[in-house]
């Protein structure tokens, strides 16, 4: 079974860097067969402290009970494409839906003494395969995970400009973010309501 895991991440390690370069290569910077969605990125944060502290019994029923959360609060177009351990990866057509199903989320996990979730929210585009998607726009929405803190929301740049009205942003202002050339604008959510 290790081996089996191990084998899926080189894979999927190889796909990630064989689409990215392609990204460079293609002049409309565009790959064919490539769409255009929005990927959340929720977790727990913290999580192996807890388990730590708490008991493999104790994590599980943690980890049990976001799942419901997550399928409970997904939204009418939201899809889960895999669980990562104590978090998920998630797509959407629209960050409007997305955000909004993380603020749920977020809200439902809350309190108890147990940790809260943080989340990650990328729109662009990326290429499907088998199930999984691959390229920057996948990776942006992994980093933006690691920059917020327990019960936060980070975004990009797409996400804001696409959400505008109907969530308030705090720019955290330009980041050197791991695998990306450039500085990356990264925001994180105040508030769900109407600015």
Known sequence: ?????????????????????AEIRT???VLP?????TFVFCDLKDFSGYAEAHGDAA??????????????????????????GD?????????????AACVRIIDQMRGGGAPGVHAGVHHGVALYREGDYFGGAVNLAARLLGLAGRDELFASE??????????????RGSLDIRGFGEPI??????SASPV
Do not use: C, N
């Open 33 to 37: 067969g490539a769409i255009e969605v």
């Open 87 to 99: 978090g998920f990866m998630l797509s959407y057509p629209e960050p409007d839906e997305a955000v």
């Open 158 to 171: 797409a996400v804001v400009r696409a959400t505008a009205g109907r969530f308030d942003w705090e720019s």
């Open 1 to 21: 079974m290790l081996l089996g895991v191990h084998r899926r991440r080189v894979e999927h390690e190889v796909t990630q860097a064989v689409v990215r370069e």
């Open 27 to 29: 002049t409309e910077g």
């Open 59 to 84: 994590a599980v029923d943690l980890i049990e009970r976001l799942a419901v959360v997550v399928t409970g609060e997904l939204g009418d177009h939201g899809h889960v494409v895999k669980a990562l």
């Open 185 to 190: 604008s990264a925001y994180r959510l105040r």
